[in-house]
């Protein structure tokens, strides 16, 4: 069967009856009846030999399939094709109609046999990935269940983890408040060691007083007893022995704290001033106003520094007058002390001094949420200087300076606003230092023409309004007496009611 398929495939009687069948369509309409017809018979001959041969292949095929082989495919194919074929004979179909319809039966027969095999090559391959797909479904069913046998044992690790953690955090929480009180309990003994010392220190220089007035009470009650006549020479009018003047501490360091002390001065001038006219400048917009205060905080540091230099030389000297006996000076002797101890100036009592000086001025305003303590840093340092300067020999001081006075190349310089043809002085910005008055450092003002007449009339109704003030008149409204200055209150400023009332005029005059 094999050979004959070989042998019909190796001819080539199809292609070449489908040659002369597209050879007789071309030339159908040239060519004449007879030779249609010989073309027609012709075509007719190779198809019955090919159907010839295709049924000797049909009968061994049949005939190696067995007795039974294939009967029903006979029946169901070739049966009624032949039936077909005889009955479109006689009803007259056309033979090519036949031809087709078997040509698309073989090949639709061809396409379902090569449908079912690839069908049968798919599910196989979809048997291999199914089987495949199953393999991996268990072999990530079995990681699924070790990651989740390692989560466990992780959540259980982490509790146990946490709660180890969690009490650390509160072991150290507690260590940390008990470091906490500690510390504190630290910086209250501190504190409260550093006041023992401080007492101390007055208690140990009060003990050196009272032994001092002991043993001069001590010597006179001796004296008094038993009279020498050492004693009686003392009473005559015989003069005293003049005592051997030798330089103390103070005289030999003179000229180096004197260059130190106007060295600071100027130092001040150039930082803190312009700390503290900065800081004012927050609150007053008024740059006059700014330099005024802090011209007046000069003047009333160095009155208040002097002042306490005076009530602390007057006590060393009272003190050391009971019990000194030495070759220098008292004068001297008492200098000395104050350069060596002057860490015993109170300068904090100078300080609220100098403000409260400033709060009843009538020369500068404030506005009433803040304070003249907000430039105490500065009032400190001036005050610091003035006092150490009044240790020198000779003294430090400061110049007299007042509104409307004639200006001095000498003493000042002008401010970099001022009228440089102008002769009088409006108002002061930096006081002048003098030495027995002699310029060291020249101090600055503020020069300008028809201001002075001006700031005369503007004092007059600022002395009318001042009248007016809520203070000292009850004819005021309750709202302007009601109203409060929220100024620190300072045991300093709550003493007068006169300071009050300069305070509320001032506030007033420059809101107005």
């Excluded at 048997?127 to 070790?146: C, F, H, I, M, P």
């Excluded at 000194?324 to 109170?346: A, K, Q, W």
């Excluded at 004639?406 to 606003?417: A, P, Q, T, V």
């Excluded at 001042?466 to 209150?489: D, E, K, V």
Aim: proline letters at 4%; charged letters at 25%; aromatic letters at 6%.
């Amino acid at each position: 069967m094999a050979d004959s398929l070989r042998r019909l495939i190796n001819n080539e009687s199809c292609r070449i009856l489908q040659e002369k069948l597209e050879s007789w369509y071309k030339d159908y309409h040239i060519n004449s009846c007879d030779q249609n017809l010989n073309r027609c018979c012709e075509i007719i001959e190779m198809n019955s030999m090919i159907q010839g041969q295709l049924f000797t292949i049909l009968n061994q095929t049949a005939r190696e399939g067995g007795h039974y082989a294939g009967v029903e495919t006979i029946k169901s194919r070739l049966l009624p094709w032949l039936g077909t074929c005889f009955s479109s004979t006689t009803s007259g179909r056309p033979f090519e109609t036949s031809l087709s319809l078997i040509q698309e039966s073989i090949e639709k027969e061809r396409q379902l046999r090569e449908f079912a095999s690839t069908r049968n090559h798919e599910l196989q391959q979809l048997e291999k990935e199914l089987n495949s797909t199953r393999l991996q479904l268990t072999l990530v069913q079995q990681d699924l269940a070790e990651a989740q046998m390692a989560l466990e044992d992780t959540k259980t690790k982490s509790a146990t983890t946490l709660l180890a953690a969690e009490d650390e955090i509160v072991h150290l929480k507690a260590a940390l408040k008990a470091s906490q009180a500690q510390e504190e309990s630290a910086l209250r003994n501190l504190d409260r060691l550093n006041d023992y010392e401080q007492q101390v220190q007055i208690l140990k220089d009060e003990i050196a007083i009272l032994g001092a007035q002991k043993s001069v009470l001590h010597s006179r009650l001796a004296r008094s007893r038993s009279p020498s006549p050492r004693r009686c020479q003392s009473r005559s009018p015989s003069p005293l022995p003049l005592r051997s003047c030798s330089p103390g501490r103070a005289r030999l360091t003179n000229a180096a704290r004197h260059a130190h002390l106007v060295a600071r001065f100027s130092e001040i001038y150039t930082q803190e001033r312009l700390d503290a006219q900065n800081l004012l400048r927050t609150y007053i917009d008024d740059l006059e106003i700014v330099q005024r205060i802090i011209y007046v905080a000069a003047v009333e540091s160095f009155h208040a520094a002097k002042m306490a230099f005076r009530q602390f030389k007057m006590r060393v000297r009272k003190t050391l007058s009971l019990t000194y006996s030495g070759p220098e000076s008292l004068e001297d002797t008492v200098l000395d002390y104050i350069v060596r101890h002057e860490d015993l100036y109170d300068v904090q009592a100078s300080v609220n001094e100098v403000i409260r000086a400033m709060n009843i001025n009538p020369k500068i305003s404030f506005p009433p949420e803040v304070d003249f303590i907000m430039i105490s840093s500065l009032i400190r340092e001036l005050c610091r200087v003035a006092f150490s300067m009044q240790t020198l020999v000779p003294p430090l001081d400061i110049a007299f300076g007042a509104d409307g006075e004639l200006f001095n190349e000498s003493k000042y310089r002008r401010s970099y606003d001022s009228d440089f043809t102008a002769p009088l002085v409006v108002y002061h910005v930096w006081p002048a230092l003098i030495e027995n008055d002699s310029i060291i450092v020249k101090g600055e003002a503020v020069s300008k023409r028809g201001a002075l007449w001006s700031r005369r009339s503007r004092g007059k109704s600022r002395s009318r309004s001042r009248s007016m003030s809520p203070i000292l008149s009850h004819s005021a409204s309750p709202s302007r007496t009601l109203l409060p200055r929220s100024r620190s209150p300072s045991p300093i400023r709550s003493g007068s009611p006169s300071k009050w009332a300069c305070s509320v005029y001032n506030a007033s005059w420059f809101s107005h």
